[in-house]
């Protein structure tokens, strides 16, 4: 099996990994959003110390911290990954699995968009048209759900602040979530240990087979990351750019077909608007990218 072959393979098992997240969560119940996001953060940095050890590379997590500017990056990305973390659980315990789909559908334009307003970039003529699709659609429902699908939204502009901030960064992917995790700790620790205190914890109260769901949270999360890890260094951008589409679509699929949530004609329009939009989207940027790879090889003599 080719290295390219295997890296496809490893990409699409890490998006199909984050897109059954909700039959996880599901089984968290009945732990809060917040509860659920204070364990994920302690267990995550838990799982990530140990492959930081088993890997070496505490020297670079050190670097890190001991860089001011990049220091500050990460603790503002881990506010926005908490709170992505945080508004997802939420989304998917009181049945709106279709609108955490949507948000992670829009979360490519979003970071379009971001390029756009803070890095001063500039979009092809299909990506305006792809952004003017997507923002239809989200007009389309917010009329079809009787409000704005905030859910979604803030999924969608927290991971893509999340993104910003990692690229500008510039820190591995290991260093940067064991940095990021660190940051969040102490707040969850906290939580945990008053909700400890008041009852309002639900670790020891529900048995053995909840309380291990939740220490798990740390490995479910480390998993697909390290599938990640290894697809980005085997596969070219382009194709880990159509996986990601891999995630939403199993949501949206979980949302409409498993727990039957209200999906409807208006609703299902603007989905189908945002799915438009992002074959647009899509076909711009594979289109740019095989113009790249044209222009790069020199023509043969």
């Not at 290991?174 to 909700?195: H, N, R, S």
């Amino acid at each position: 099996m080719s290295e390219t072959r295997r890296g496809a393979i490893f990409g699409a098992t890490a998006y199909l990994l984050w897109g059954i997240f909700p039959l996880y969560f599901k089984l968290l119940e009945p732990a809060g959003a917040v509860e659920v996001l204070a364990h994920r953060v302690v267990w995550s940095l838990v799982v990530v110390a140990l492959l930081v050890q088993v890997t070496r590379r505490w020297p670079g997590v050190r670097a890190v911290v001991a860089d001011r500017g990049k220091l500050l990056r990460l603790a503002a990305a881990a506010a926005f990954l908490s709170l992505n973390w945080g508004v997802y659980v939420y989304g998917v315990i009181t049945d709106r699995i279709l609108e955490t789909s949507l948000g992670y559908f829009i979360n490519p334009l979003v970071t379009v968009m971001l390029g756009v307003v803070v890095l001063r970039e500039r979009l092809r003529l299909l990506q305006w048209v792809a952004l003017g699709v997507a923002t239809i659609a989200v007009l389309v429902l917010s009329v079809a759900y009787g409000r704005p699908p905030w859910i979604a939204l803030v999924l969608a502009f927290s991971f893509g602040a999340y993104g910003l901030l990692k690229k500008t960064a510039v820190v591995g992917a290991l260093e940067g979530l064991t940095v990021e995790t660190a940051v969040l700790a102490p707040v969850a620790v906290v939580y945990l240990a008053a909700a400890q205190v008041s009852g309002a914890s639900t670790l020891t109260s529900h048995g053995a087979d909840h309380a291990g769901l939740l220490v798990l949270l740390g490995l479910i999360t480390a998993i697909p990351l390290l599938f990640f890890g290894a697809a980005a260094s085997r596969v070219p951008l382009t194709t880990l750019g159509v996986l990601q589409y891999l995630a939403p679509t199993m949501q949206f699929l979980l949302g409409a077909l498993l727990f039957h949530e209200a999906l409807g004609t208006a609703r299902l329009l603007g989905f189908c608007l945002v799915w438009t939009a992002l074959c647009l989207f899509t076909a711009d940027f594979v289109g740019m990218r095989r113009r790249s790879v044209r222009i790069a090889v020199p023509e043969p003599v």
